[in-house]
């Protein structure tokens, strides 16, 4: 506080002192986890009865002294590995001793950045996902001992290291050796690897490359974790029969497996992240580069969710499909029931309701940290932290009303919403922050502040506080008074909390005070610009009023204190009420989409089908302006099939449709756009068509656009052949594969070859997967390469081809209507055309197509040369 006067001047208006924070309570801050990594040994139940002991030295457990022999015990342990970067992706990696196998999970995204904390469901999840497994296979109940790894054991560069000496990389040696010719040498039969110009190792990288997507770079790490520690469980093993044979060695790893993928969800552009477009656009803390949501079909549902839990929630939701019908239903019920026109105005209420609705778990943090620090900028969290939770009181409780009053709902996620809002008190928190906190001047002052009428005594100080005001005028006048006439110096009283009062005095241009009072003012200290004394005045105010800040404070922080102990005893309720929050705003974001895209509810039904009315994509129907809707019939597994479901042709019942079609006649969004239907209904929204009849599909398995990089090894034909390898090793009868123009990167006839062998060899399977496969391969059609069965289906996309499209504007026209039955030109050199290709280019490729389609010679073809190359020769000569 401050008054400040100018000799012979009218006195300034005092102000406020600045607010000096302090350290309050002494609860301490919640520890955080110690680190991001983790192992999780699950043995199970010893069938011998031996005592459970962890392989790992842990400070209550001595290393064990492993001195007895392998024994079936080896066989029941599970070892999974577990670690989380900084932004958020979780990865994990198993394995299991009974099957001698690494199964390698996807890397999974906690929906939240930034935090340990926002990735403990996942990890919880992963985790019990891991347990119920083994249970489930063994009937026996494991036991878990968990140890914490350096993170060097999960670096990405030492887990491939550790993968390509696997004796699986190894199996197919002899072959590798082809894969990678050194520019300028031929690469005869027999010459060894090195001579080849590319290693071992990345030959067997390579190979690793089509048994697990190594675009999972936490997971990958995880599985150089796992194999770390067998590593060193083998040590111990050879150590105790140093002439035992190894391949009775335990922990041996004969298998390895890729559980989830991320390829799927960028071919379909289900979740998309982009980089930001300023690289070096990274906030302060910020601990990677930030990205944002691009345009994907996560996008689309994100923008009506309303809170940071929903919205980390949705995200999981998107990351984690279901195939548990229960679940899948329970979600189209909640949309179904919100999306009535009689719960429109609670909808709406809702939605307004939950913008002001804030995650509190980090709230609740804070309102740890204040209690126990209570710096500048804790005090600062305070407010908001009380801001928050009265917000959250008090729009929960708007939800709470508008969910009991939902017509025909009979909903788990309803009912549970209703308990948990119940047992959370919200009226009773939100009432005790109320008459407790004056929101406004803690936003204000930037720290809470006590409302008046609570407390007496602490009224009385802040009466007597804020009188100082007028009294430090006057003092100011008082003493500006007693400074000689002729000098023109700015007096000013200034009160600072522990410092007390004190007059301050301008310094001059050799920073010595202005004025230096009389015999009793004593310099206290100066500043880069004033000087601060004390006179007999100011002593007798900070006898009087010198504390008076410190003792408001301290009155203000022993109030909200007890406050804060009160709220922290629902601190849990709270939480899990936060958390339904975001559940439901999860539902309703789906509920907005389902109406603000027009999407219907799906029926999902046991039989393993895929039954679309009339179906969108819908990304591409917001590119162009009129959409073809398109129809689609699929039939997996085994199953006997209902023929009455087949279209026209009586007793079809397709597991594979073959398409094929003009380039750019809509072949690509018409297999994606079926997938994406699927996983719609899968992740429990509604889907872009007027009817869809679909059997739960364990996995969506593509051959979508190849991701070409740098960074990667593999060639574009590679990098295909490794993912069709990844979805040949995945795929069941429950799953739909997309193939899109598999073969094209290589020699035409290696290209007919392996599309038809993958073709074939999934039409073959007993348990048919569901397929939609693209191809320009005609020749496949014309040799009969693939012979006609029940489970293929030949289709097409609809084109209206012009007779003289030379001389015709419009040549082709594209009807993007999927027809049964195959197209037989591809069109590619119109497409070239449109695209803006030289006509002259466009003629000659079309004057070699044709040749060719003749069966000319298409070597004395181009030997002719044109006409005007002809003259200049014949001048010459
Ligand atoms: N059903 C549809 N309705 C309207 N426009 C469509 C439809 N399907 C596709 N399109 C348009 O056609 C374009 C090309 O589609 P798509 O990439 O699927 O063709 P394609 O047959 O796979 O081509 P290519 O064989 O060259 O890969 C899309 O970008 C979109 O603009």
């Not at 198993?94 to 939240?112: M, N, P, Q, R």
């Not at 010459?191 to 089509?210: C, K, N, V, W």
């Not at 906190?437 to 602490?458: A, F, M, Y």
């Not at 990667?712 to 995945?730: E, G, P, R, V």
Request: aromatic share 8%; glycine share 6%.
């Amino acid at each position: 506080m401050r008054s400040s006067q100018k000799r012979k001047r009218s006195p300034g208006a005092p102000r406020r002192p600045p607010i000096t924070p302090r350290t309050y309570g002494s609860r301490p801050a919640p520890t955080p986890y110690a680190c991001t990594r983790a192992f999780y040994d699950l043995e199970r139940e010893p069938s011998s009865g031996r005592q459970f002991q962890t392989p790992f030295p842990t400070e209550s457990q001595p290393e064990i002294d492993d001195s007895q022999n392998h024994t079936d015990d080896d066989l029941n342990h599970v070892i999974a590995a577990i670690d989380m970067k900084d932004y958020g992706t979780v990865g994990c990696a198993y394995y299991s001793a009974v099957e001698e196998k690494v199964y390698i999970l996807g890397d999974c995204h906690s929906g939240e950045t930034g935090t340990v904390e926002a990735c403990r469901p996942l990890y919880s999840y992963l985790l019990e996902l891991i347990f119920r497994v083994c249970s489930t296979t063994t009937k026996i109940s494991p036991k878990r001992q968990v140890d914490v790894r350096p993170s060097q054991e999960f670096s990405v560069t030492n887990a491939k290291n550790r993968l390509v000496t696997l004796d699986i990389s190894s199996a197919h040696e002899d072959r590798l050796r082809f894969l990678v010719p050194q520019s300028g040498i031929s690469g005869p039969e027999g010459l060894d690897t090195e001579d080849m110009g590319f290693t071992l190792r990345e030959g067997r990288l390579l190979h690793i490359s089509s048994s697990i997507d190594t675009d999972n770079p936490v997971s990958v790490g995880c599985a150089g974790a796992v194999l770390a520690n067998l590593q060193r469980r083998r040590a111990t093993g050879k150590s105790m029969d140093p002439i035992g044979p190894t391949d009775q060695c335990p922990f041996l790893v004969k298998h390895l497996e890729m559980l989830m993928g991320s390829n799927t969800f960028q071919s379909l552009q289900i979740i998309q992240s982009e980089s930001h477009p300023n690289f070096f656009n990274q906030g302060p803390g910020t601990k990677s580069p930030s990205s944002k949501e691009g345009l994907s079909i996560f996008g689309l549902f994100q923008r009506f969710a309303n809170t940071p839990q929903g919205r980390a929630k949705l995200k999981q939701i998107f990351f984690r499909p279901s195939v548990d019908l229960d679940i899948i239903r329970q979600r189209h019920d909640f949309i179904g029931v919100f999306s009535r026109p009689d719960n429109m105005g609670l909808l709406e209420k809702m939605t307004k309701a939950l913008k002001h609705i804030k995650n509190l778990r980090p709230v609740m943090t804070n309102l740890h940290k204040g209690i126990s620090t209570g710096s500048a900028k804790i005090t600062g969290f305070k407010t908001t932290v009380w801001a928050s939770l009265l917000a959250f009181a008090f729009y929960s409780i708007d939800i709470h009303d508008s969910l009991r009053e939902a017509s025909g709902a009979n909903l788990p996620l309803r009912a549970k919403a209703l308990q948990i809002f119940e047992a959370a008190q919200l009226y009773r928190v939100g009432r005790m922050i109320q008459e407790i906190v004056d929101i406004d001047n803690s936003e204000e002052q930037g720290r809470t502040v006590v409302k008046q009428g609570l407390d007496r005594e602490l009224d009385m100080m802040k009466d007597r506080y804020d009188g100082l005001n007028s009294l430090l005028k006057h003092v100011a006048i008082d003493i500006a008074m007693t400074i000689p006439e002729d000098m023109e110096i700015d007096v000013n009283v200034i009160y600072f909390p522990q410092l007390g009062f004190n007059i301050a005095i301008p310094l001059n241009d050799r920073e010595q005070p202005t004025y230096s009072g009389t015999d009793d003012w004593e310099l206290v200290f100066t500043t880069e610009n004033r000087a601060y004394f004390k006179d007999f005045r100011m002593r007798e105010l900070d006898e009087k009023l010198g504390d008076i800040y410190g003792l408001i404070c301290e009155k203000e922080i022993e109030i909200v204190y007890d406050l804060a102990q009160r709220v922290l005893q629902y601190e849990d309720m709270l939480i899990e009420a936060s958390d339904v929050c975001g559940d439901l705003d999860s539902l309703l974001a789906f509920t907005q989409s389902a109406s603000f895209y027009k999407l219907t509810r799906p029926r999902m039904v046991p039989e393993n089908i895929i039954k679309i009315k009339s179906g969108r994509h819908l990304l591409q129907e917001m590119t162009v302006s009129s959409y073809v809707p398109n129809d689609t019939l699929l039939f997996g597994g085994r199953e006997e099939v209902d023929h009455d479901q087949a279209p026209s042709q009586a007793g079809l019942a397709p597991s594979m449709i073959l398409l094929t079609g003009p380039n750019y006649s809509g072949k690509s969004v018409y297999m994606k756009q079926v997938a994406l239907i699927l996983y719609l209904a899968q992740i429990g929204s509604f889907v872009p068509a007027d009817s869809a009849e679909l059997g739960i599909t364990d996995k969506i398995l593509t051959k979508i656009n190849t991701q070409e990089s740098v960074s990667k090894l593999q060639s574009t034909f590679m990098s295909d052949l490794q993912q069709i390898s990844l979805c040949l090793k995945q795929v069941s009868g429950r799953s739909l594969v997309l193939i899109d123009e598999f073969g094209k990167g290589t020699d035409g006839n290696d290209g007919i070859g392996l599309a038809c062998g993958i073709l074939d060899h999934l039409l073959n399977l007993e348990d048919a997967p569901k397929v939609i496969a693209a191809t320009h391969f005609h020749e496949i059609f014309e040799h009969n390469f693939l012979a006609p069965r029940p489970r293929l289906q030949l289709g097409h996309m609809e084109v209206k081809v012009c007779d003289e499209y030379r001389e015709a504007e419009d040549q082709v026209t594209y009807l993007y209507n999927f027809r049964p039955g195959r197209s037989s030109k591809s069109f590619g050199t119109i497409c070239a055309a449109i695209n803006g290709i030289d006509a002259a280019i466009v003629a000659r490729a079309d004057e070699i197509a044709s040749l060719a389609a003749r069966g000319e010679n298409l070597i004395a073809a181009c030997a002719i040369l044109p006409r005007e190359e002809t003259t200049v020769l014949r001048q010459a000569v």
